[in-house]
C-alpha cells in the first residue's frame, strides 16, 4: 500500500524557516509529478507549488521567492523549504504525489497533513 508521510512542521515566529518533508513508501512502480498544498482555518485546499520528476517547479504567486520545493527521487522523497514566514502562512500542510501503482494505474496520493502555525 503506497503512503505519502509528512514530518517537519510546527510552531515559528514570523520572519522565520520551517523544511517539510514527505517520503512515499509502499509498492508502486513510478512516482510523477509531487507538490505542497495547504489549507487553512474556514478555507479550501490551495496549492502552493509542484514539482515534475525533472524538477521543474511551479509555485502559487503568494508563496514566490519565498518558498523551494525540492526531491530526491533516489529517497523518494520532496521537500518544501519556507523562509520569510508570515502569519497567513499558517495552514495543515498537505504533500501530494502522482503515482504509478503495481496495479498500472496512475493515481494522485496525499498524505496526512502537518501544522505550520506561524505567530506574529
Known amino acids: 500500500q503506497v503512503q505519502l508521510v509528512e514530518s517537519g512542521g510546527g510552531l515559528v515566529e514570523a520572519g522565520g524557516s520551517l523544511r517539510l518533508s514527505c517520503a512515499a513508501s509502499?509498492?508502486?512502480?513510478?512516482?510523477?509529478?509531487m507538490g505542497w498544498y495547504r489549507q487553512a482555518p474556514g478555507k479550501q485546499r490551495e496549492l502552493v507549488g509542484t514539482?515534475?520528476?525533472?524538477?521543474?517547479?511551479n509555485y502559487a504567486d503568494s508563496v514566490k521567492g519565498r518558498f523551494t520545493i525540492s526531491r530526491d527521487n533516489a529517497k523518494r522523497t520532496v521537500y518544501l523549504q519556507m523562509n520569510s514566514l508570515k502569519p497567513e502562512d499558517t495552514a495543515v500542510y498537505y504533500c501530494n504525489a502522482n503515482i504509478l501503482a503495481t496495479s498500472g494505474w496512475w493515481s494522485d496520493y496525499w498524505g496526512q497533513g502537518t501544522q505550520v502555525t506561524v505567530s506574529s
Open positions: 509502499g509498492r508502486f512502480l513510478s512516482i510523477n509529478a
Open positions: 514539482i515534475t520528476t525533472g524538477s521543474t517547479t
